[in-house]
């Protein structure tokens, strides 16, 4: 059984609880941001509910040792390594759309071609760029496939410009329904 009023729990266990609670934390504001940013309201609620009450715990832990160094460094490190934390989890459910914008130079109908033929709806418009004649496509995609998309644009071209924009909305299109990514 652990001694709650012991020395060891009160200056290693508590904080060590503490950061883990801040890092649980962030990590879950951070989903939560993600999810209002993407129109998720229904589902935003529930994990700040979970982000509050857990936050609950690590500060009641900060105002009864209020006198103590340690639990300071532990919640402010936990919310360090809950915020680079949650950016990784933001990268990994990488959830909605962006518009992805190309520009380059060489002919685009092999790229055009290959990202129609994975399913996605593609715009080309011709441009005029300060060395000449340009290629503009644009393509709206889910954001969890923006890496193989970037992958097939550089061995399409690895001079291609490029720009990367969030979707808020997104009404109709043409997105593919199963991936074959090599180009």
């Known amino acids: 059984m652990i001694d709650t009023n012991s020395e060891t729990f009160t200056l290693i266990i508590v904080p060590i609880l503490v950061f883990f609670a801040r890092v649980i934390d962030v990590c879950f504001g951070t989903i939560r941001i993600i999810f209002i940013s993407r ?53 990994k459910i990488a959830i909605g759309r962006v518009i992805i914008r190309i520009i380059t130079r060489k002919d685009t109908t ?9 399913g996605y709806g593609v715009t080309i418009f011709d441009g005029q760029g300060v060395t000449g004649q340009v290629k503009l496509i644009y393509a709206t995609i889910e954001r969890k496939d923006l890496g193989n998309i970037l992958e097939i644009i550089k061995n399409f071209d690895k001079k291609a410009f490029f720009s990367i924009e969030e979707v808020h909305l997104v009404k109709e299109g043409t997105f593919p329904k199963n991936h074959h990514w090599r180009f």
């Open 110 to 118: 092999a790229l055009v071609k290959h990202m129609r033929s994975i």
């Open 39 to 91: 129109h998720m309201k229904n589902v935003a609620p529930i994990v700040g509910f979970f982000e509050i009450s857990i936050w609950l715990f690590g500060i009641s832990q900060i105002m009864q040792h209020v006198d103590n160094i340690i639990y300071y460094l532990a919640f402010g490190s936990g919310f360090a390594t809950g915020t680079y934390v949650g950016i990784m989890i933001e990268e």
